[in-house]
């Protein structure tokens, strides 16, 4: 397999919060670049170092850095809009600017020019039993009697590869009835609410932090022919903006959330106040080791424990309110 190195730019106190989120979304390699350990190493270096390279000392002015490796096809490509979720994610959570400019760069390669590289990899998908996910870019003809949902990611997460959103998909197909309304937060490229209204639901409401998320899913919707007035798709933050959850209402008959640990945390307190009574809570994102504090924080949150399924690392769960 081929790889692609991504650095990314951040801070000395920025690299305790960036390296924890990498990991929560299932990265535990990567390489730090930091001008402090260098300065902190020539303050305290022993005798045996009599000569230091030029090169070194370079990174006493070197920007401080993270650099992950990423595979070059389909699941890469969704690792990287992970990545950006999650910079987003800190940018909007750092207003002092201690975490440096959170922004990322390849190393030999122009982004546009990766990103229309891993579309070959990019094929028509079956996940559960009823749905097919594919790109507009590729041809196919019905299979098995099942619904095809016509997903574009552009540089949003959720293209139906990475193990997450199938599980997702897998517990939506299962928990959406006719009539559904349904709730998808943090929709990324909208194929969990897309999915949705395409199995079923009368209407669906998606919710991004990223302002290019939440077109890129409008555009989802109206490809596979979903009008205007049966989905809405805002950018916001829940957690912080309360006019936003207003706005969003309640009465939902599912909401889903594919995130990740940290957020999907810090969002239960909210979940009940969406859905009505008998509601289903569907979560993915969910690296195994986080599990745990996860499931706690839901359900003392008044939810039941209906379903749980993994893929490798990866946890998704339903719920009842």
């Not at 098995?144 to 139906?160: C, L, N």
Request: glycine letters at 10%; one cysteine or more.
């Amino acid at each position: 397999m081929d790889w692609t190195e991504l650095k990314i730019y951040t801070s000395s106190q920025g690299v305790d919060a960036l390296t924890g989120r990498l990991m929560d979304i299932g990265i535990s390699g990567f390489v730090i670049q930091d001008k402090n350990d260098f300065e902190d190493f020539l303050q305290h270096k022993d005798g045996n170092w009599d000569y230091i390279d030029d090169d070194l000392y370079e990174l006493r002015n070197a920007e401080t850095s993270v650099t992950v490796y990423i595979s070059n096809d389909a699941d890469g490509a969704e690792t990287l809009s992970m990545i950006k979720q999650q910079l987003s994610a800190l940018k909007a959570l750092d207003n002092g600017g201690e975490y440096g400019r959170l922004e990322c760069e390849f190393s030999s390669v122009r982004e546009q020019d990766w990103a229309n590289n891993w579309k070959q990899f990019f094929k028509p998908l079956k996940i559960g039993s009823r749905l097919l996910i594919k790109p507009s870019w590729e041809q196919t003809q019905p299979i098995d009697q099942r619904v095809v949902v016509e997903i574009d990611p552009a540089a949003s997460f959720g293209t139906g590869q990475h193990n997450t959103t199938q599980l997702c998909l897998e517990l939506l197909e299962e928990n959406i009835q006719q009539g559904d309304k349904l709730l998808d937060l943090g929709c990324g490229s909208g194929i969990l609410s897309v999915s949705g209204v395409m199995l079923g639901a009368s209407y669906a409401y998606a919710v991004d932090i990223e302002e290019g998320a939440v077109s890129i899913a409008a555009e989802n919707a109206a490809k596979n022919g979903i009008s205007p007035e049966r989905y809405k798709a805002v950018c916001g933050n829940i957690i912080e903006d309360s006019a936003l959850r207003e706005s969003i209402g309640s009465g939902y008959d599912v909401v889903c959330a594919n995130i990740v640990a940290d957020v999907l945390i810090a969002m239960s307190p909210f979940f009940a106040g969406f859905l009505k009574s008998g509601g289903r809570l569907i979560t993915s994102g969910i690296i195994e080791k986080r599990f745990p504090e996860v499931l706690e924080s839901i359900l003392k949150n008044g939810f039941t424990l209906t379903g749980k399924r993994q893929k490798d690392d990866w946890i998704a769960c339903s719920f009842v309110k």
